[in-house]
């Protein structure tokens, strides 16, 4: 176990520091009757509007997740509380099904995990997301998924059910080749070689998946692009995409601590690539520039991941693309016989967003 470690939360005007060692964080798992399940998101950046979050906090401890900060929300920390206070949505099936049968809704794709993992080790005991995605089943109504972990393939049949019904993909977030490298950043999440092998198993079972190479640490991962774009093709995905690593200002000091734990000779390095990246900042904040980077190494990045995503016969994944996520969505007919399929509802959509502003982010 961890000793509890958080960074000091601007939220509160309390901090704890500890005149002895810190105790062990210990996991403690709240429940919360939720007023809805369904959020909105008009970020030009991604390319969805609906996401489903049935956790908040996440027991994978990725030490750069970009959600740790929605934790001092609750007066709780970014650090340790985040991996270990973890809060369960029990009623998210019922609101999800509430919010499908309404006549407004129009049956567009829903996103799991927006946010936190929706695949994480606490949806063994809960079922949250296997219980949402029967609902999308039940309503035909599109899903996409996005997740580290090795349980989504205990849902192989129903995601490949939905995609029939309505269409469903499943993107495998594979930030590093080497799972000793991730063991270091992603302490808690399975390791690379468990989510080629979900890949392997999704696919046979006929769900469509794409990987998403997600964060790219420049300076530690990005070499392994080739490699994670290659093994994932072998497995069966089919198509890839990439986002720069983003540092909000409560995951720095995270980051930098599980960087010198685990590789203290590398880390004055990354620092420097990430800056190179960044404009000579840590991170950066603005539409359409937090989930890329700029600058000459960043292109040699880009230029890497096309040539190895093509070299494979990926399809490279361009974000925002509203009708990329619709074809994501297996092409399969959504529509029900007199009503608009997927890409034309998607379509509308896209140009509605297109004149309103940012309200949430996105950080696989
Ligand atoms: S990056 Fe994803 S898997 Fe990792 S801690 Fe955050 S939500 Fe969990």
New binding site residues.
Partial sequence: MKPVANPPNPYTSRHAEWLEPPPAARVEVYEETARSILSENDSPDLPFRWSVNPYRG?Q???A??Y?RPYHEFLELGAGTDFDTKLVVKINAPELLADAFARKSWRREAVNF?G???CY?PLEAVWLLTRRCLEVCVDHHNPAIVVT?GYLVVRDADLLAELNRRAGATVYI?VPFASDKTARGI?PQ?PPPSRRFAAIRRLCESGVPVGVLVAPVIPGLSDSEIPEILARAADAGATSASFVALRLPESVQPVFWERLKQTMPLRAERIEKRIRDIRGGQLNNTGFGRRMTGEGVYWDGVRRLFEVSAVKVGLERLRSPNPQATAAACGGANASRPGEPDLAELVSRESSRRSAESDQMTF??
């Fill in positions: 996440c994978h401890a990725c750069y997740c959600a995990s946010v936190t993992d994480q580290k977030s992603e999440a950080g696989f």
